[in-house]
């Protein structure tokens, strides 16, 4: 369930950004544009206070074309198609990009089945009805607030609250620890004539990748000197 404490006020409590993280679009088909715009309105403005759980899905679903969602690209098994909602994956991606930056704790994720353009490897964040969410707790000591804002250009998410440690940095650091090419499957067709081959689909490029985070910290010290007084 939702957090039941969205709409309270809350003026003058999110005083400090813990991250922001904004996600090129490069797929502009028009559909697919209103599907994002309309995701990242759904989750703008959400409050959590802390210990609370925030679940994607809850705020997105349903995503049926009565619900506003259009059909746009999607992926399904390992391939492209069409679907309805297709492109609010994107908007869960920029979230998780910010999660990461802001050292909240993520719960549940899940990558995609293909890699995308719009994040880079290993910050993605796929979601599908059921358990396929991004979850994600507040584990600050402060209410968060997430906020959006959409442009035909990309898609930005950001963490209002307050820091638990004003001289920590997050970096954060992909590593492809390993490519998997395709596998050719062969499967007999007593249907196709003698000789003849039909490629079902074309496989792609798979990817392990492992996402490090950079913790920095800023020392700051006074030093004093002595002096001698003559």
């Known amino acids: 369930m939702p957090p039941q404490n969205t709409k309270a006020d ?50 997105v ?42 050292n909240l704790e993520v719960t549940k ?10 994040v880079p490897m290993g910050m993605d964040a796929t979601v599908a009805s059921g358990e396929i969410d991004l979850r994600f707790k507040n584990n600050t000591n402060e209410p968060l607030k997430i906020v959006t804002h959409f442009t035909n250009s990309g898609v930005t998410a950001t963490l209002l609250g307050k820091k638990t440690d004003n001289n920590l940095k997050i970096e954060i650091e992909n590593q492809t620890v390993q490519t998997l090419y395709p596998q050719e499957e062969i499967t007999e067709d007593p249907a196709l004539p003698e000789g003849e081959r039909v490629v079902d ?10 996402t490090y985070k950079k913790y920095i910290r800023k020392i700051c010290c006074n030093l004093y000197g002595k002096r001698k007084n003559s």
């Open 61 to 102: 679903e349903p995503i049926t074309k009565a619900a506003g969602y259009k059909v746009a690209n999607v992926y399904a098994n390992g391939t492209v198609t069409q679907d309805v909602g297709g492109g609010v994956c994107q908007v869960s991606s920029a979230l998780y990009s910010a999660l990461l930056y802001a």
């Open 201 to 210: 689909y074309g496989g792609k490029n798979g990817y392990i990748v492992q």
């Open 109 to 118: 994720r899940y990558a995609h089945s293909l890699t995308v353009a719009y």
């Open 10 to 59: 809350t003026s003058g409590l999110f005083t400090q950004t813990l991250a922001t993280y904004t996600s090129k679009i490069t797929d502009k088909n028009a559909d697919r544009l209103e599907n994002v715009k309309l995701a990242a309105q759904k989750i703008n403005g959400v409050i959590l206070n802390p210990d609370e759980i925030f679940s994607y899905l809850s705020y």
